[in-house]
């Protein structure tokens, strides 16, 4: 097909099927962009104790400097079916109980220095390659494993990649078995931490299998800039182009861009292009785009842009950029503009994990957070501290989100500054992103000439890498010295104790804004302190003197024009850093919103301010019985001009609002109804009611969406509540309910918003691997002895089995070998099903468990080797396996033989899923699992009357 033919065939499918480009069969065939999160194998290995790792790193020859000598766990024969079978992303963190010994800054899961059998995992993937895909390039990308990741293909060793933030990829064309098999293998360790709040252990975002052609455009090898003239966009494409292959190789590129109907708005072809063997060449273009539509908050549109390499007259690569048409700027005075626009930074920090499923955040997640973050008028997020995982942004480009992507590390050292390059590499075609982040209050040297010097590079380099992005860096002292006084964006980091009046003034050219703010600490419904059980009121109230409350801090941004705006420390709240309290509290108060989703009053404060939405909200509840005739405090967040409060239809007085203020008044309780109304020049514009309720009677559920994809990914979001009698939500309910589900659906997480539940976060199956100790051998005549076999025969005088080469000589001496020994049972073993994965030690064997026969003449190969053990075959301590085989023998004086017998699994049923309310609400997580149907999950709860809700998974 000729190119200008293909585009348009290319184009055509696009705007025809709405399938993305990367989806028609046309593409797939020249690059392959393949998910491979589904089908892995997981266990918990061990920190030091080889033989709880699997033996990696101890067989004859198995260093890293031998390439092909992966062992253990790592190599491509190792055998892994007693595993636990996951699907990514996973987070093996979150699937921990709580321990006061885990770290708290972390959310005190059981994992860490304290915890080296539950701080390393291995995962191993087995997945087929066509013998058609030889000649092709194939690489496995990573988005990010937490962390210190060692990957294997086939027992080849290919790189560590320390930080969990980062995305790397391998090439392995060379070392894929074509036509069949391969196996990937990946260990993680997270003995140490990088971050001082949660972090998640494990492969927590997506893996991708790429395959393209040797020439092609590198990974993340192209970059899309704006520059938007009166009706005209300047869209300058660079792509990055690559020839891998041994000889050289001519082609032409075309870039064309597309608009979300897949309409072609503007194409450029760049001809004769030549390249040698592992050379590489940028290539430029100005496209112009008339009329642009523009990418904004309100409405973000995104264009696509989409580049070809042909050669000889085929397609040989093609690749989709999403990207934005905007400008960016801002100003030492009035503050950030976006499309020539002024608009005030009203964001939020966030870290990147959820109740339920801690790091190992499903895509429908992002979209999820980021929905409920515009609800409050947040238009801006600050990755804190941190590069995300991509879809995070995809989620901010899709719905209209400023951001802020930051760097986890401060330095200047070649890894330093390429982590940095990496997270901009990868990032740059974002048009949400308006600012790389360089660090994040680095205490040793914010304040002084070390700092200024590394900043000074890193903003530097920064810019050598895309000089579209405004450089910032968070600080929380020095101000006037170090690096505020050469960060291009100043980002203050608490202002209660700096005069940011004072920098403007001495640095008048410098752009400044709050990178962090509002560190206020709330439990979401809580109205009283009670610090014996950690719980803090969810009033508005600052911290100590180093903190301003929410509305000082957003006083004093809102009030000056030259701070382009200010990031709340948090938009959500997370595990970990449950300041100012330690153990038992696992999960942070700084939220607006809690770890689930649920809005703290805080978010309506926000509301108030940050939206033109009518908003009347009131707080507390007004449950409080016992209180009779005492004064409550009542707070109403508005943005009406003036609030009336009424408690049983009785006014208790107008109040006239102040900008970004609140109002209050001090209320003795009495049961009933107590009702705010705002007035918008002098006319009722919106009201907000709280009753008292009755005791919780009936179980209530709704959900986020209604009808998921049936594609063992999107998920469903279920709010739980307690409701009275009549109907209202009982704000102060705290029953435990138990979930069940049927249809194609599966549970994978609950939460409630409680920053010192220890409650689980998952309900799963337990694997337990029970090892086979020692043998013991003695030489028998053929395969029938029996009397050594049975459970309790006196092996004591027999020698250790394995002691004599298993050479050509010993076949012709040994005709058949018994070899004895024990495996230990828990004490509960009988409540799991056992399964014992046997490996031939043998040529042929018999395998008897306690002295009866489960595995007659298996021969090594045969397939035959799992076998399922029947729990009166069993009892808890020791147990006895006896294998009657004949020998195995050398292949050649360097081979070994086979010594392993297999192991016993123990797979226990998981519990049902349960969960506290906390204040009122739980939530459940409900994911597809794969298949179309009617998902129904039930709640129930002593006492309360039951509910359900379907839920629809449809293929589309
Ligand atoms: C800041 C820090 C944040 C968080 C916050 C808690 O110093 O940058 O990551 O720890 O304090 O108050």
Known sequence: MKPSYFLYFLILIFATTGKTIAQSPEIASKREHLSIDNDWRFALGHAYDVSKDFYNGTGGFSYLAKTGYGDGAASAEFDDRGWRKIDLPHDWAVEQPFSPKGSFSHGSKAIGRNFPE?????????????????????????????????????????????????????????????????????????????????????????????????????PDGTFVTTAVKSNVADVTATATINNDDKKTRSFNITQTIIDDSGKALATK????????????????????????????????????????????????????????????????????????????????????????????????LQDFRIRTLKGMGCN?????????????????????????????????????????????????????????????????????????????????????????????????????????????????????????????????????????????????????????????????????????????????????????????????????????????????????????????????????????????????????????????????????????????????????????????????????????????KGIKAGNDIVKTTLMPNQVKLTVDRKAIKADKKDIAIITVQADDKNALRVPTAQNELSFSITGPGKIIGVGNGDPTSLEADQYLERIDLINIGAFKEKFVDDLNAKAEVAADYNDSSWQNAFKDTRDDEFGRRVKAIVYRAGFTMPADAATATATLFSKNIGKVQNIYINGKEIGHEIKAGDGNTEFKLDASLLHPGNNTVAIVATPLLKANIWASVNTDPGLIQLAYPAAQYKRKLFSGYAQVIVQSTGQPGTIVLKAISPGLKQSAIEITAADK
């Open 380 to 680: 801006a997020y600050r990755c804190s501290h941190n590069p995300p995982t991509p879809e995070l942004l995809d989620a901010c480009d899709r719905l209209g989100m400023l951001v802020i992507d930051e760097n986890r590390l401060m330095g200047v050292t070649s890894t330093q500054l390429n982590d940095l390059k990496r997270m901009i590499l990868r990032d740059r075609n974002h048009p949400s992103i308006i600012s790389w982040s360089i660090g994040n209050e680095e205490w040793g040297i914010e304040g002084n000439i070390t700092g200024a010097r590394i900043a000074a590079t890193m903003q530097a380099f920064a810019k050598s890498v895309d000089s579209t992005r405004y450089i910032t860096a968070a600080i929380s002292g020095g101000i006037g010295s170090g690096i505020s006084t050469v960060i291009d964006v100043l980002g203050y980091n608490y202002v209660a104790t700096k005069n940011t009046d004072e920098q403007h003034k001495k640095y008048p050219n410098q752009f400044s804004w709050g990178t962090e703010e509002g560190s206020t600490v709330a439990s979401r419904g809580i109205y009283e302190d009670d610090m014996d059980k950690h719980q803090l009121v969810a009033y508005d109230r600052k911290q100590n003197d180093f903190f301003y409350s929410l509305e000082q801090g957003w006083k004093h941004y809102a009030s000056r024009p030259y701070l382009a705006g200010m990031f709340i420390w948090t938009g959500f709240d997370y595990r970990g850093e449950p300041t100012p309290f330690g153990w038992p509290s696992v999960g942070s108060y700084f939220g607006m919103i809690d770890a689930c989703g649920f809005p703290k009053d805080d978010y309506y404060y926000l509301k108030s301010w940050w939206t033109n939405q009518t908003v009347v909200h009131l707080l507390p509840h007004w449950n409080w019985q016992g209180k009779e005739g005492q004064e409550i405090r009542v707070c109403a967040y508005s943005n009406c001009d003036e609030v009336e409060l009424f408690l049983n239809r009785k006014s208790l007085g107008k109040k006239t609002m102040e900008l970004n203020g609140h109002l209050e008044w001090q209320v003795k309780y009495e049961p009933g109804t107590l009702e705010a109304i705002g007035y918008k």
């Open 269 to 364: 072809t760049t001809t004769g292009l030549t390249l040698k063997p592992f050379a590489s060449q940028d290539i430029k273009n100005i496209l112009t785009v008339s009329n642009p539509k523009l990418w904004s908050l309100e409405t973000p549109y995104l264009h696509k842009l989409i580049t070809t390499v042909e050669e000889n007259g085929s397609i040989i690569d093609s690749y989709v950029t999403t990207f934005g048409i905007r400008t960016i700027r801002f100003d030492a005075n009035e503050g950030f503009f976006l499309n020539g626009k002024h608009v005030k930074i009203q964001g939020t920090n966030n870290h990147q994990d959820h109740a339920g499923v801690g790091a190992a955040m499903p895509d429908a």
């Open 118 to 218: 539950a701080s390393v995992g291995w995962y191993r993937k087995t997945f087929a390659i066509p013998a058609s895909d030889l000649g092709k390039r194939i690489s496995i990308a990573f988005d990010g494993v937490f962390r210190n990741s060692i990957v294997w293909v086939n027992g080849h060793y290919l790189g560590t990649e320390p930080s969990g933030y980062n995305r790397f990829e391998y090439n392995i064309s060379e070392y894929l078995n074509y036509g069949g098999n391969n196996v990937i293998a990946v260990r993680a360790d997270v003995t140490m931490e990088e971050g001082w709040f949660y972090e998640g252990a494990g492969i927590y975002r997506h893996v991708w299998l790429n395959k393209t052609n040797q020439v092609h455009i590198v």
